[in-house]
C-alpha cells in the first residue's frame, strides 16, 4: 500500500487563490436611501443624489447633483460613532435643502439647492 501525503500550500498558492476570490467576488452592496419630498421625492446614492417633484401643472421637475461630503474620507470618520452621526447631520441638511426646492417648486419657483 503505498502512502501518500498531503502537500501544505505555500505562501505563493494561497496569496494566488486570494487574489482569484477578491478578483471574482462581486462588488460590495450599496443600500440607496430616500425620503418623500412635498409631492415627490428625494434619492441618495453613493456620489449622486436626485429630488424629484411635480409641479402644480402636473409634470415632473426633477434635480440632479453630484454629493460634496467629506464624511466618508480620513482617519476621523473610521469612526462608526462619529461616521453615524456625521452621516445622519448630512442626510438631515440635504433632505431639508430637497423639502425647501420641492415647495419652491409648488410655488412655481424652480430654483437651484444651495450647498
Given at each position: ?85 456625521a452621516s445622519l447631520w448630512e442626510m438631515l441638511a440635504l433632505g431639508m435643502r430637497a423639502l425647501q426646492w420641492s415647495a419652491n417648486v409648488q410655488l412655481g ?7
Amino acid at each position: 500500500m503505498d502512502v501518500v501525503r498531503a502537500r501544505h500550500p505555500s505562501a505563493g498558492d494561497i496569496l494566488l487563490t486570494a487574489a482569484l476570490n477578491a478578483a471574482a467576488a462581486p462588488p460590495a452592496t450599496f443600500f440607496y436611501g430616500g425620503q418623500a419630498v412635498i409631492e415627490g421625492v428625494l434619492m441618495r446614492g453613493r456620489r449622486h443624489y436626485a429630488v424629484a417633484a411635480r409641479r402644480p401643472d402636473g409634470a415632473i421637475t426633477v434635480l440632479s447633483e453630484r454629493l460634496r461630503s467629506r464624511v466618508y474620507t480620513g482617519r476621523p470618520w473610521s469612526l462608526p460613532l462619529l461616521r453615524g452621526a456625521a452621516s445622519l447631520w448630512e442626510m438631515l441638511a440635504l433632505g431639508m435643502r430637497a423639502l425647501q426646492w420641492s415647495a419652491n417648486v409648488q410655488l412655481g419657483d424652480e430654483v437651484e439647492l444651495s450647498p
